[in-house]
């Protein structure tokens, strides 16, 4: 499926859902992607990417910044704390704050370096012990914590369960989201994200429907 197509099916359920076209923003999902399909992504007009491991991104993003203004680089993966300093200077938007000394690490390393990516919180929704993310029931006193420490918060973030219907998911994360002030919500993937745009999604993660299977797996 075509870039054109996908960014076509966003404005189809933005329209539906009542909303103003271009209020949902396409995180093209380039983990483990070729350079040539990345490449060919760029070429078409779109800036906004999505990687889900710093090394893979500083591996990759630095040339291609040489050649395309206007990157907007969004982490999608988890965050080692040591790796945070490197993930900021990176990426414009992180995704994945999922837990306090995470959190503490990248107010202190924004106060080093005067500046600091867009946040989101990640929230388990489907509390799955394998996956990373702030059980619901602790999302309120999570969020007031980072907004404490003066953290940019966007919004938050979440991963439903594969097997569960995502729309239950995706209006918790909404619900939790209004209530603490937060006004994006990173949800959605190819599968699923008219669905979240329904919802209220203000960032949909699309990767294999852009830009193919992917080559390998990490």
């Known amino acids: 499926m075509s870039l054109q197509e996908i960014q076509s099916r966003i404005h189809t359920a933005?329209?539906?859902?009542?909303?103003?076209?271009g209020s949902v923003q396409l995180i093209a999902v380039s983990k483990v992607q070729p350079n040539d399909r990345v490449a060919a992504v760029l070429e078409e007009?779109?800036?906004?990417?999505g990687e889900n491991r710093v090394q893979e991104a500083a591996g990759k993003?630095?040339?291609?910044?040489t050649r395309y203004s206007e990157l907007d680089l969004h982490l999608i993966g988890p965050l080692q704390t040591n790796k945070?300093?490197?993930?900021m200077d990176l990426f414009q938007n992180i995704h994945t704050v999922d837990r306090a000394k995470l959190a503490k690490t990248i107010a202190r390393l924004a106060q080093e370096l005067g500046h600091c990516p867009k946040l989101f919180v990640q929230v388990n929704t489907g509390e799955e012990?394998?996956?990373a993310g702030i059980p619901p029931g602790e999302a309120d006193a999570f969020i007031r914590e980072c907004q404490d420490m003066d953290l940019p918060l966007e919004g938050l973030m979440c991963i439903p369960p594969a097997a569960e219907e995502p729309s239950m998911h995706f209006a918790l994360l909404r619900k939790i989201a209004e209530r603490n002030g937060l006004t994006g919500l990173s949800m959605g993937m190819s599968g699923d994200f008219e669905t979240a745009v329904a919802l209220g999604?203000?960032?949909?993660?699309?990767?294999?429907?852009i830009f193919g299977a992917r080559a390998y797996e990490l």
């Open 14 to 21: 933005e329209e539906k859902a009542g909303r103003p076209r």
């Open 45 to 49: 007009g779109h800036r906004c990417f």
């Open 84 to 87: 945070a300093r490197q993930a």
């Open 129 to 131: 012990p394998q996956k």
């Open 201 to 209: 999604a203000t960032h949909v993660r699309v990767g294999s429907a």
């Open 61 to 65: 993003w630095p040339d291609f910044a």
